[in-house]
């Protein structure tokens, strides 16, 4: 059996390996916005013209798109991203079940550990739009929520798209978390909702330029 408790020093020097390696790959990247949505939903989705539309609208503003590279809403906002001729951004995770990155992706990078690529998520994104999703589109929403409730991070716009699927996680924060103390009404206020893509750029573009100028963007 192997003993792999041996193998831990070594290790370090692997996550390291991985930090400088994914900083330098995005240092020259500009403003950025990740796009984070269901590996799952297929191209007749309405969710899928969502995350195409939003990441095209987005590139037209000025930005990059960042995704998880993967299949369904993370292909829909590469090919959204690609098709405006803009960079087309995917951190991809190595797993068990290998995911294959998506046709539209202009410039991919891997990783092995999912703590690092979440690290470049934030610290090279000007906001996050969400679409619907699972476990890891969750853990992206809250990982995020909670850096900028604690002040880990500077406050960045973080938007919910699909209205209808975030219907009942947002009645239940506002309904039972709130009313029982374990959130504040301020802590609502992190969260926009908008199903219309022009707005949801176009408002980004608008917090980009209020703050890029007077204030340090986010980033951990």
């Not at 969710?47 to 609208?57: K, T």
């Not at 995911?99 to 906001?127: G, M």
Request: glycine letters at 8%; proline letters at 5%; charged letters at 25%.
């Amino acid at each position: 059996m192997t003993d792999f408790t041996s193998q831990e020093p070594w290790r370090i020097f692997r996550i390291m390996s991985e930090f400088v390696d994914g900083l330098e790959d995005l240092s020259k990247l500009g403003a950025s916005v990740s796009v984070f949505g269901s590996s799952r939903v297929g191209e007749d989705s309405p969710y899928y013209r969502m995350a195409r539309d939003v990441a095209r609208a987005l590139v037209l503003q000025g930005f990059s798109v960042i995704t998880g590279a993967g299949p369904g809403l993370m292909e829909a906002a590469n090919r959204g991203a690609k098709e405006a001729d803009g960079k087309s951004i995917g951190l991809n995770i190595d797993l068990p079940m290998e995911q294959k990155p998506n046709p539209y992706i202009t410039q991919l990078i891997s990783f092995r550990y999912f703590f690092i690529r979440k690290f470049l998520f934030v610290k090279h994104s000007t906001a996050f739009v969400i679409l619907p999703g699972g476990f890891g589109t969750m853990d992206e929403l809250f990982e995020s929520l909670t850096l900028v409730q604690t002040l880990r991070i500077e406050r960045f716009p973080i938007y919910l798209m699909g209205r209808e699927y975030w219907k009942g996680l947002l009645g239940w924060l506002r309904d039972t978390m709130r009313e029982h103390g374990c959130i504040s009404s301020e802590d609502l206020d992190l969260l926009k909702v908008s199903d219309d893509p022009e707005r949801v750029a176009m408002e980004i573009r608008r917090w980009y330029d209020d703050y890029s100028a007077s204030a340090e963007m986010p980033g951990i």
